[in-house]
C-alpha cells in the first residue's frame, strides 16, 4: 500500500521570505502523479501544483515549484516569496497513475504541515 | 461554474443519535468522492461512486456508515449510530471522467461534525 509522510507538523516563514515544506512517499508502482494542497481555515481544499512522475522536470506555478527526487521518494514544495495569504495546511498527496474501472483514482493522503506567515 | 456544494456546514450530535451529509458536486462530474478528515490527520476515501454505482468502498465501517448517489447526481452520507470518533470533516469532492486521461478532483468546504 502507498504511504505519504509530512514530517513536519508546522513550519514559519517571514514575509517575502522563502520556505520549503517537505513530503516523501513509498510506493512500488512507477507511474503515479504527487500533489501540493492547500487547505486554509476555510477547509477549502485547493490543488497547489501537480507533478506526474514521468516527467523529470520539476512542476512549476508562479510562486509554488517543487523538487521531485523519484530515487528517494520526495517530493518537497518550495513557496518564494511568502505571502500571509499563503498561511494555510499545506497537504502532500499520491494517487496511481494506473486505473482499472475507476477504482485507484483516489487521492491519498499526508497529515499535513500548517504553514504560518508573519509580517 | 458552480463549485462542489455540501450542506450542512456544521453539525453537532449526541453519541448513538443518526446523521447525514448532502454533497452536489459540480455539473457534469461523473465521480464522487467522500473522504473522512479527523482533525491533525490527512483526508481519507470513505466511498468512492461512478456515476450511481460504488467504485471503492473498502474503508467505509459499514456497520454505521452509509452513503447513496441516486439518478448519480448528488450524494448523501449517513452515520447511525454515531460514535465519538465520528467527530471529523467530511469533505466530498468530485471529477471528471476521462479514461486513461488525469481528471481533478475539487472539493466541497465540508462538514465539520462534532459527535458529544
Known amino acids: 500500500a502507498q504511504t505519504v509522510t509530512q514530517s513536519q507538523p508546522e513550519m514559519s516563514v517571514q514575509e517575502a521570505e522563502t520556505v520549503t515544506l517537505s513530503c516523501t512517499y513509498d510506493t512500488s508502482e512507477s507511474d503515479y502523479y504527487l500533489f501540493w494542497y492547500k487547505q486554509p481555515p476555510s477547509r477549502q481544499m485547493i490543488l497547489v501544483i501537480r507533478?506526474?512522475?514521468?516527467?523529470?522536470q520539476n512542476a512549476t506555478e508562479n510562486r509554488f515549484s517543487v523538487n521531485f527526487q523519484k530515487a528517494a521518494k520526495s517530493f518537497s514544495l518550495k513557496i518564494s516569496d511568502s505571502q500571509l495569504g499563503d498561511a494555510a495546511m499545506y497537504f502532500c498527496?499520491?494517487?496511481?497513475?494506473?486505473?482499472?474501472?475507476?477504482?485507484?483514482?483516489?487521492?491519498?493522503f499526508g497529515k499535513g504541515t500548517t504553514l504560518s506567515v508573519s509580517s | 461554474e458552480a463549485g462542489v456544494a455540501q450542506s450542512p456546514r456544521y453539525k453537532i450530535i449526541e453519541k448513538r443519535q443518526s446523521v447525514a451529509f448532502w454533497c452536489n458536486p459540480i455539473?457534469?462530474?461523473?465521480?464522487l468522492y467522500w473522504y473522512q478528515q479527523i482533525l491533525g490527520q490527512g483526508p481519507k476515501l470513505l466511498i468512492q461512486f461512478q456515476n450511481n454505482g460504488v467504485v471503492d468502498d473498502s474503508q467505509l465501517p459499514k456497520d454505521r456508515f452509509s452513503a447513496e448517489r441516486l439518478k448519480g447526481v448528488d450524494s448523501t452520507l449517513k452515520i447511525q449510530p454515531a460514535k465519538l470518533e465520528d467527530s471529523a470533516v467530511y469533505l466530498c469532492?468530485?471529477?471528471?471522467?476521462?479514461?486513461?486521461?488525469?481528471?481533478?478532483?475539487?472539493f466541497g468546504p465540508g462538514t465539520r461534525l462534532t459527535v458529544l
Open positions: 469532492a468530485s471529477s471528471s471522467w476521462t479514461s486513461g486521461s488525469y481528471n481533478e478532483q475539487f
Open positions: 498527496a499520491y494517487r496511481t497513475a494506473r486505473v482499472q474501472n475507476q477504482a485507484g483514482t483516489a487521492l491519498i
Open positions: 455539473s457534469g462530474h461523473a465521480t
Open positions: 507533478q506526474e512522475a514521468y516527467k523529470q
